[in-house]
């Protein structure tokens, strides 16, 4: 069979790629460049390249204290994600009297988009007393629907007979969870972790709605501030810029795998 | 014995109720009272200092004859929406051309995807730099190879700032697209083309006759993503344009985070809310019916 040559393929797909990396690259050389950013015509190597940015970026805005939010607020979602999914998850594995009208009930909530709730959502949020709080960034996330279902499956797939044994063994219900469901659904774990991480991470309007003082922003939050304050006249805004993504970008490109199948699962948020 | 199994039952019945009660609690709180709390409002005049009082259809008479900036806001998101389908056929072209057994295609793929997962916040301060007038990576290109000879405002003109915006967008969520058409693609059985080729089915009618139709779920998929994703673009409206200049790149999303939360007008933040869920719901059931109607296989 005769192949057309790879070169023209290679040809657009380095022009794709050169595409989709210009922007990276534009924004690291700005935070790095020691020129005035807004000279015309501007270089694209950085001319006398130095640090400053980031050293201003971590002590003359409080970017430990955002970055301390986000990291309280992720890591309450995923604790909450893998302890009520993980629990709902096994919930209907179990047959019980109304378990099709939950699990209708939970299908017709994927419907809803978040976005289309935040009104009622901040309501109530602030009749429960947690605005401003970790706790109410974090509750709206602190399970996913779509989630619920790949441990529901994950756990269905757990040959009969091995939880069998365990009973005969006597292990208790809660034991058969936490020592055969759990480290056999591996996959379905990262999935969530990952899925969380991102949704919580990246949460911009939800914490925009909820947040009223500075020192409980979340990254997000404390960019979107520091942009309005500062507009776009200092290269520090772009270091900020770099210094937010590359925690993200080193967990995507460690897991890559994981990553990709967990956003394509979640695709349509649960 | 009975009582044994019966006791044991219980048991499990309360184990079931109290492992569902935290994930069932939280998405009554946050989706279904959230919905029906939104079109109850939606009927309302309300506000946190004034008592609730029926006002009927007065919010949706509002909206529909006398808000222009909801008028604009319905446009813009339309074509928001609409031009999602240029976006999927990028991505389609680009999965094809990394499909097949080039080398290097798992860095093709890594590169395109990377812009995913990133920060929508930090990925609007990014292109509002690119997009800038002096210190831009567009301008200076422009201006370099002599195409424009001023630079141009990209952002704070009416012509510019929502393709600008929406230019914006396709960078983020074009890896994304890929990814679901490259599983979409990995699914077809490839006896399919092999005996295509054998009774010499040229390659153009393998794409249209074989690929296409076969893809549909993906595609399906990827549109329901785009339609989405003009809900979820309110993080880089509000950094890049917020909305302007006047209201040019104005989505319903941050139209009504303006009205809730700028103006206090929860009543009518709210009927806008119903508009655009509404809305949500049309255009997802009108894909899925040109999809064919079992797109959701796909969502697993």
């Not at chain 1, 993200?248 to 979640?266: C, S, V, Y």
């Not at chain 2, 946050?30 to 006002?55: D, E, H, T």
């Not at chain 2, 002599?146 to 952002?155: M, R």
């Not at chain 2, 914006?168 to 059985?189: K, N």
């Amino acid at each position: 069979m005769r192949r057309a040559p790879s070169w023209p393929r290679h040809a657009i797909m380095l022009v794709v790629s050169f595409l989709m990396l210009v922007p990276f690259y534009w924004v690291v050389k700005t935070s790095l460049t020691g020129e005035n950013i807004y000279a015309y015509p501007p270089h694209i190597v950085p001319v006398d390249p130095h640090l400053f940015h980031y050293v201003d970026v971590w002590y003359l805005i409080p970017f430990p204290r955002y970055l301390l939010n986000s990291v309280i607020v992720t890591a309450m979602a995923i604790c909450g994600n893998l302890l009520f999914n993980t629990a709902a998850g096994y919930a209907l594995t179990k047959q019980f009297p109304g378990r099709r009208w939950v699990v209708l009930l939970f299908l017709s909530c994927m419907l809803i988009p978040f976005q289309a709730t935040i009104i009622p959502a901040y309501l109530i949020t602030s009749w429960l007393g947690v605005l401003n709080s970790y706790l109410g960034t974090a509750l709206p996330l602190l399970s996913t629907i779509i989630c619920i279902f790949i441990f529901k499956a994950s756990f269905e797939a757990v040959p009969r007979s091995l939880i069998d044994a365990a009973r005969v063994d006597g292990l208790s219900e809660w034991r058969i969870i936490v020592r055969i469901m759990l480290p056999l659904s591996k996959s379905a774990i990262a999935t969530n972790v990952i899925l969380t991480f991102i949704w919580s991470w990246n949460a911009f309007l939800w914490p925009l709605i909820v947040i009223r003082t500075s020192e409980m922003q979340t990254l997000p939050l404390g960019l979107a501030r520091f942009l309005s304050v500062m507009e776009d006249t200092t290269g520090a805004l772009f270091a900020f810029v770099v210094m937010v993504l590359v925690p993200g970008l080193t967990i995507f490109l460690m897991a890559q795998k994981e990553f990709i199948r967990g956003l394509t699962t979640g695709a349509t948020k649960g | 014995m009975t009582s044994w199994y019966q006791r044991k039952r219980t048991r499990e019945l309360a184990l079931v109720a109290c492992f569902l009660a935290p994930a069932l609690t939280i998405f009554f709180l946050y989706r279904l009272l959230p919905l029906g709390w939104n079109v109850l409002l939606s009927f309302q005049s309300w506000s946190p200092l004034k008592a609730a009082a029926w006002i009927g259809v007065d919010h949706y008479e509002e909206m529909l004859l006398d808000d222009d900036v909801f008028w604009d806001a319905l446009t813009n998101t339309l074509i928001f929406i609409g031009c999602s389908p240029i976006a999927i056929a990028l991505a389609l072209a680009i999965a094809l051309l990394v499909n097949s057994d080039l080398r290097g295609a798992a860095i093709y793929r890594t590169i395109v995807f990377l812009s995913y997962p990133l920060m929508t916040v930090a990925v609007g301060i990014i292109w509002r730099w690119l997009y800038d007038e002096r210190g831009g990576f567009f301008n200076y290109v422009l201006r370099s190879s002599g195409v424009i000879d001023q630079p141009v405002k990209f952002l704070q003109s009416f012509d510019w700032a929502l393709p600008c915006v929406i230019a914006a967008d396709f960078w983020q969520v074009l890896g994304f697209y890929m990814i679901i058409l490259l599983t979409g693609l990995q699914s077809i059985p490839q006896h399919l083309y092999e005996a295509a080729r054998v009774d010499g089915v040229p390659a153009s009618a393998r794409f249209w006759r074989i690929t296409l139709p076969l893809l549909r779920p993906s595609i399906f998929l990827c549109i329901v993503v785009g339609i989405l994703n003009s809900f979820t673009s309110f993080d880089l409206v509000y950094v890049m344009t917020n909305g302007g200049p006047g209201h040019a790149t104005e989505l319903l999303i941050t139209y009504i985070y303006k009205v809730g939360f700028g103006q206090s007008r929860f009543d009518y933040a709210a009927a806008l809310t119903v508009v655009q869920f509404l809305l949500l719901v049309v255009l997802t059931m009108l894909a899925n019916r040109l999809a064919g109607g079992n797109a959701g296989s796909l969502e697993r």
